[in-house]
């Protein structure tokens, strides 16, 4: 592990077979990979994912009271989380209702809590791939 991570840290990340497809996301301890949560839907894209990734690890640290900081290694659920809105432009179905609900339900957390958690872009490039990566590249 590089020096420049912080090993007591939490790592998210998602996937998706495709553009549109079956999404996962799940947050692990950066310094052993530990799965902390993980969460899977039949229809999704990665950024929806990446954001409910990063949403639920905020979430789950300020509930256990973790100082510690989140890694994410996409800029935009980075951003889409400092705007408190996931801008998909996935398509409301009945077979996507339920991600929906999830994604009203980040977005209201967003908007009804604060915290103090930094959120910290992961350096691919220079780390290698995010330890909550589902190595499917």
């Known amino acids: 592990m590089s020096q ?16 549109q497809g079956i999404m996962e996301y799940q947050g692990v301890r950066t310094y052993d990979k530990e799965r902390i949560f993980h969460k899977k839907f039949p229809l999704g894209t990665n950024n929806i994912g990446e954001f409910l990734a990063l949403v639920h690890g905020l979430s789950y640290l300020k509930k256990h009271n973790l100082p510690q900081p989140i890694y994410s290694d996409s800029v935009n659920a980075i951003s889409w989380v400092k705007q408190k ?24 957390w967003l908007k009804t809590n604060t915290y103090t958690t930094q959120i910290i872009k992961w350096d691919t490039e220079h780390w290698g791939e995010i330890p909550a990566d589902f190595n499917r590249k």
Request: contains cysteine.
């Open 4 to 19: 420049d991570i912080i090993p007591n840290s939490l790592s998210v990340d998602a996937a998706c077979g495709g553009n």
């Open 85 to 108: 809105k996931c801008k998909t432009k996935l398509e409301r179905n009945p077979q996507t209702e339920e991600l929906f609900q999830y994604i009203e339900r980040a977005e209201n």
